[in-house]
């Protein structure tokens, strides 16, 4: 038996054994000589054969589905880090994590900080479908963002102000569109990435153009260089970072670029900001 197959079987064995069968809704009469659920409950309530759960729960060699383990983690009441845990130990790829259950309006204060303490460097905190969640004071004073703004990909195309600021924009926007279809790529079937695909096309058709080609680039790390009309020219490394707690959430900060005066540019409005009136 493989590693993974042995931490599969023990992972199963663990979940069943702290589920007590009145939970749900199974007879408790008799003597039970192991606590919990017994496999063949198990089994019953995710509908699959006794002989197949067994199996499984043995560490055999056998095919599973999507739909099989999902039963599964219904049945035994997985968490979503159980049930992503169970897609691996399973030999498949987890799940995305489900948009409703991460994205929401709440942000957690200590976020909130982290997006606060960045400043004044710009700092902004965005789904997985590139949709604005929270930004910094100091993203709206450099990128020229403003209420209307509610997703990256669309601001950098219909954003006029956001747009004449980038000094490389037409030659920056291939790789942007490449790099957003790498993150669509991972969810295909997401009807989420398909509504920014369809809204933005039908505005822009720099986007479509571009969109058509197909091209694949990689999300990360960038070099991201502005000019602002009272800071003057303004280059940044751009590094995006996943929120552990949050897997649909992730921070893109913006660092001054070693060699360049943009550290010391960006202090001055704030210099004048804090000054007495």
């Not at 991972?186 to 509504?195: E, I, N, Q, V």
Request: glycine share 6%.
């Amino acid at each position: 038996m493989t590693p993974r197959r042995a931490q599969l079987r023990d992972f199963l064995r663990t979940r069943r054994a702290r589920i007590a069968p009145g939970e749900v809704g199974m007879a408790t009469a008799g003597r039970r000589r192991t606590p919990g659920l017994r496999r063949e409950e198990v089994a019953a309530l995710a509908g699959v054969g006794v002989s197949w759960y067994t199996w499984l729960e043995q560490g055999r060699d056998i095919n599973v589905s999507t739909e099989v383990l999902d039963a599964i983690g219904r049945a035994l009441r997985l968490t979503g880090p159980e049930r992503a845990h169970l897609y691996v130990l399973a030999g498949l790829n987890p799940p995305p994590p489900r948009a409703d259950a991460t994205r929401g309006d709440e942000i957690t204060p200590e976020l909130r900080h982290l997006l606060e303490a960045w400043t004044p460097r710009p700092a902004i905190l965005r789904d997985r479908y590139w949709h604005l969640l929270a930004i910094n004071d100091a993203a709206r004073w450099v990128f020229g963002f403003d209420d209307a703004d509610h997703h990256c990909l669309i601001s950098f195309f219909t954003n006029m102000r956001y747009r004449r600021a980038h000094l490389h924009w037409a030659a920056v926007a291939p790789s942007v569109v490449a790099a957003f279809r790498a993150d669509a790529a991972h969810a295909p079937d997401d009807p989420g990435f398909g509504r920014v695909i369809k809204e933005l096309s039908a505005v822009s058709p720099e986007f479509a153009e571009l969109w058509a080609r197909h091209d694949v680039g990689t999300p990360g790390q960038a070099v991201k260089a502005v000019r602002h009309p009272e800071a003057g020219d303004l280059v940044f490394d751009m590094t995006t970072l996943a929120v552990v707690d949050h897997p649909d959430r992730y921070l893109e900060l913006y660092n001054p670029r070693p060699g360049s005066e943009t550290a010391a540019r960006l202090e001055r409005p704030r210099t004048r900001t804090a000054a007495p009136a």
